[in-house]
């Protein structure tokens, strides 16, 4: 005599996929902008240095020299400070790192409402005379 087995298999629980980090809150983080001759990145991150949510020009569409336009970076920091929003930060201090012509508009985007800016700074590398420039070109 075969005993048949009536058990049946639990059903595997539904997970939510959520691409990325957990919604949490977070009150204060840091915000780097980061502009360059050929693009302007932006990342927000938390105090403690994990980044919370990163664009650029690129990300955003803008492709060739267009990445490099102070419209483009305007238009990354707005992709930002949207998808922000779940984490309901509420002030920040600012880090521009570079050259480029894309800085100056890329801080002035920053200014959403909701969002208090405790500080700006520059954080550009400077040399104080390190190692040997290149020899000028002669064309």
Same mark, same amino acid.
């Given at each position: 005599?075969?005993?048949?087995?009536? @058990?049946?298999?639990?059903? $595997? $629980?539904?997970?939510?996929?959520?691409?990325?980090?957990?919604?949490?809150?977070? &009150? $204060? =983080? %840091?915000?780097?902008?980061?502009?360059?001759?050929?693009? @302007?990145?932006?990342? +927000?991150? /938390?105090?403690?240095? *994990?980044? &919370? +949510?990163?664009?650029?020009? =690129?990300?955003?569409?803008?492709?060739?020299?267009?990445? #490099? @336009?102070?419209? #483009?970076?305007?238009?990354?920091?707005? /992709?930002?400070?949207?998808? &922000?929003?779940?984490?309901?930060? $509420?002030?920040? #201090?600012?880090?521009?790192?570079?050259?480029?012509?894309?800085?100056?508009? #890329?801080?002035?985007? &920053? *200014?959403?409402?909701?969002?208090?800016? @405790?500080?700006?700074? /520059?954080?550009?590398?400077?040399?104080?005379?390190?190692?040997?420039?290149?020899? %000028?070109?002669?064309?």
């Amino acid at each position: 005599m075969t005993k048949t087995s009536t @058990t049946t298999k639990p059903a $595997k $629980k539904a997970r939510s996929k959520s691409r990325g980090r957990a919604k949490q809150k977070v &009150l $204060k =983080g %840091k915000i780097f902008i980061q502009s360059s001759y050929n693009n @302007t990145i932006i990342s +927000v991150t /938390d105090l403690a240095g *994990n980044v &919370l +949510v990163q664009s650029s020009a =690129g990300y955003v569409g803008f492709g060739g020299t267009r990445k #490099a @336009t102070p419209y #483009a970076a305007q238009r990354a920091v707005a /992709d930002v400070m949207e998808r &922000l929003q779940p984490f309901g930060m $509420k002030e920040a #201090a600012v880090y521009v790192k570079g050259i480029g012509s894309a800085r100056e508009s #890329a801080v002035r985007a &920053l *200014n959403a409402p909701g969002l208090a800016i @405790t500080s700006i700074r /520059d954080v550009t590398p400077i040399p104080h005379n390190g190692v040997r420039a290149r020899k %000028k070109r002669r064309v």
